[in-house]
């Protein structure tokens, strides 16, 4: 795989040097003044602040009592969340939009690999191989989609949320979002035929919580349940199909990615990966960069090539046992 990655890394360099720099040239003048826009933006919670805390000293000298620092830092705060928002807003526009001219460049590099963003209906399941309870929303970042080294795999950044309902103070009904998972799906097509159902979770207190026909299985290794749960309608099978090299190398995962928690799932004719993780992966064109920057895209490159790894990490593209 090492040789592998190596003649993505030179095709990946050469086609960011030839191609994507040339589009990239455009897009610095915008960068600049869209940066330019956000921290004139990031000025004004200082400015409300000031101001109320001016209005509010002056109301004081004039007619005496104590300050109400609520009337001085909750506008702050507010105008503070509402500038942070647009910024947001701004920056991954920016982004999308430089990537809406590069990634198609680049995905080639990785063979027959496919980018796009904001749409991914098989995001349902995780929900349907049970790693996901229950959600009422999901949002989806970037989703790579095609195959490599003849292994169909599709490869998306989500969010599952749940809409929570509540009472304010004064007796109105409204709603909060609660995330329930965020991190990134891999879905790979298997080449070994198996008919059960298994799944590998965080180890948990409550076991089978929630689960349909899923029955909770004790394995051998001790070190691995000490970490992870396995849940499975086929006992016999999931012991064929967890064995100690996979186990270990689902633990090294985990550690690679810096992940908070992973679990897998052989369901249907597809090994699932949920690699939960806080930070925003295949970032790019920052504001705070220069969009020629090459740092950010070899990231992003990396970020990428760790997941096609996982073809050899867990021998799909051989017909072998796991």
């Known amino acids: 795989m090492e040789e592998q990655k190596n003649n993505y890394c030179d095709e990946f360099y050469k086609k960011f040097k030839t191609v994507c720099l040339p589009a990239l040239e455009g897009f610095e003048k915008e960068r600049k003044t869209w940066l ?40 702050a705060v507010i105008s503070g969340a509402l ?20 990634m ?18 098989s995001h349902r ?52 979002e609660h995330t329930v998972w ?10 070994k035929n198996f008919s059960g159902h298994t799944i590998v979770k965080p180890d948990a207190l409550i076991k089978n919580l929630g689960f349909s026909k899923l029955k909770h299985t004790t394995l051998e290794d001790v070190v691995f349940e000490r970490k992870f749960d396995v849940f499975t309608d086929d006992e016999v099978e999931a012991r064929y199909l967890l064995t100690t090299a996979f186990m270990e190398r689902l633990t090294n995962i985990e550690t690679a990615f810096k992940a908070k928690n992973i679990s897998c799932a052989f369901y249907q004719d597809k090994l699932i990966l949920a690699i939960g993780v806080n930070q925003d992966l295949f970032s790019v064109a920052s504001l705070f ?19 096609l790894h996982l073809i050899e990490h867990f021998k799909l593209n051989q017909k072998i046992g796991l």
């Not at 919670?45 to 007619?63: D, G, S």
């Not at 195959?147 to 004064?170: C, F, G, N, Q």
């Not at 965020?182 to 080449?191: D, E, H, P």
């Open 289 to 307: 960069k220069p969009v020629n920057d090459e740092k950010q895209f070899f990231t992003m490159f990396e970020e990428i090539n760790s997941l």
């Open 104 to 121: 198609p460049i680049l995905c080639g590099c990785f063979g027959n690999l496919q980018w796009s963003q904001g749409v991914y209906p």
């Open 36 to 75: 330019n826009i956000s921290i004139a933006l990031f000025i004004v919670p200082v400015l409300v602040l000031i101001a109320c805390c001016y209005v509010e000293f002056t109301f004081i000298m004039v007619n005496g009592g104590s300050i109400d620092l609520q009337k001085i830092f909750v506008p």
């Open 125 to 176: 399941i995780l929900k349907d191989a049970e790693l996901i309870n229950n959600y009422d929303k999901c949002t989806v970042d970037d989703v790579f989609t095609g195959s490599v080294k003849d292994v169909p795999l599709e490869i998306a950044e989500l969010k599952y949320l749940k809409i929570e309902r509540y009472t304010d103070s004064d007796g109105r009904t409204r709603t909060r």
């Open 83 to 102: 500038v942070f928002g647009i910024y947001a807003f701004i920056a991954k526009t920016f982004e999308n939009k430089v990537k809406g001219k590069v």
């Open 182 to 191: 965020k991190g990134v799906l891999v879905q790979f097509k298997m080449n």
